[in-house]
Each structure stands twice: as structure tokens, then as C-alpha cells.
């Protein structure tokens, strides 16, 4: 008899290689797909593993609780993360920071006032890309255009516009009903509200080219 453990490996296994054929021909031989071993992560995130080399990482536990067509324009938002360039990279700022604020110490104590000015202006450099990378506003725009890019991704699997609009819009709303984090609810929340922009403005323009073709 088939064990509980088998079958649900199997089941992980089978959604993992159905993911990795998600992906566009351009992106399968440097972007791998595989299910998380971190204790409480994410649904699904996305990170650099080595040059030109990119993880998409799962909780297959959550995942398997989502449809399959929610899943897949999830998976699309983190493919289109990746083609926008905006996954997090390992960064050099923080070691960057400590060393300027080591050096500004330091100089501090010894008087040396062009490297006290070296040190300080490392300090502004690193602490001002920090700031940068984790500006709230900035993510928030960044994911939004993962998710018209999303869309876009879903049109070439045969996807109409509708129906992938449609996915992703159910999608969100479940990870709003999910997240316990309130701020994390307000990102889904913004990213939602776009996304209905978004929709009716395609509806628009659907709306209007067919007027013009009839009108012919």
C-alpha cells in the first residue's frame, strides 16, 4: 500500500515539474522551481542562488489550499519579477555600513579627517541604497508592474485577458483573507485596487476597438 508520505511527495514533485513548464523558454535553463524547507515562510518568493542563476522557492502546503489557476498567475507575478529585474540581491550595503561606521569610529579616535570624510561618505552611499531597496512606495509600484506583466504571461499560455484578470484578482483576495499580517494585507490590498484599474481600462479599450471595427 501506498503510503500518505509517498503520495503527497509525488503529488509535490508532479506540481513543481508543472510549474517549471510554466516558466517561458527564455527563462528554463537559469530559473529552477522547488518547494521550500524554511519553517514559516512565504507562499512563494524569489531569490538569487548564484550568477545567473535564479530560485523560485514554494510552501507546497499552502499552495496545494490555492486553485490552479490562482497558482499560476501567482507563479507569473514571480516570473515577471524576475524579467522586471526587481528580485531582492544579495547586496553589499549592510557589510558596506558596518565597515563606514567601523571606519568613522575609528577615525574618530585617531583624527584622520579624509578618512573619517571616506568613511562617512561610505556610510551615506550604502545607507542611502538601503533605503532605496526597502522603500515601501517603491516595492508596492514594482509588484504592481509584476502583475501586468503577469497578465501579459498568461495571454501566451492561452489565457484570455478576462480570465487572467480574473485569476490573479481571486488570488489576491484569498492572500488578503490568509495574511495575518496587517501591513502585508494593505500591499494585497493596493496591488487589488490596481489590478481593477488595470481590468476596466483593458475593458475599455476592448470595448472601443470593437465599436470601431462594427463602426466600420
Known amino acids: 500500500m501506498t503510503s500518505y508520505a509517498t503520495t503527497s511527495a509525488k503529488a509535490e514533485m508532479s506540481e513543481l515539474r508543472r510549474l517549471r513548464n510554466l516558466l517561458p523558454p ?8 522547488e518547494g521550500t524547507t524554511e519553517v514559516n515562510p512565504p507562499l512563494i518568493t524569489t531569490e538569487e542562488i548564484g550568477r545567473d542563476q535564479v530560485e523560485v522557492l514554494i510552501d507546497l502546503v499552502k499552495w496545494d489550499q490555492l486553485a490552479i489557476d490562482q497558482r499560476n498567475l501567482l507563479f507569473w507575478h514571480e516570473v515577471a519579477r524576475i524579467q522586471n529585474d526587481t528580485i531582492p540581491k544579495d547586496g553589499w550595503e549592510m557589510a558596506a555600513l558596518a565597515i563606514g561606521l567601523g571606519g568613522a569610529v575609528g577615525e ?12 562617512l561618505g561610505l556610510c551615506g552611499v550604502s545607507g542611502y541604497r538601503l533605503y532605496v531597496k526597502n522603500n515601501g512606495q517603491k ?3 514594482e509588484a504592481i508592474d509584476a502583475d501586468e506583466k503577469a497578465i501579459a504571461l498568461a495571454t501566451r499560455f492561452n489565457y484570455t485577458l478576462p480570465n487572467a484578470y480574473k ?3 481571486s488570488a489576491l483576495k484569498t492572500l488578503i483573507e490568509q495574511s495575518p499580517s496587517k501591513r502585508q494585507r494593505a500591499k494585497y490590498e493596493s496591488r487589488l485596487q490596481a489590478l481593477k484599474r488595470s481590468a476596466n481600462k483593458a475593458k475599455s479599450r476592448t470595448k472601443a476597438s470593437q465599436e470601431a471595427v462594427y463602426g466600420e
Not at 574618530?108 to 568613511?119: H, I, M, R
Request: net charge negative; proline share 0%.
Open 26 to 33: 527564455e527563462l528554463q535553463s537559469w530559473v529552477s522551481v
Open 108 to 119: 574618530l579616535w585617531v583624527q584622520d579627517g579624509l578618512l573619517l570624510l571616506l568613511a
Open 139 to 141: 516595492q508596492l509600484q
Open 167 to 169: 485569476s490573479l484578482g
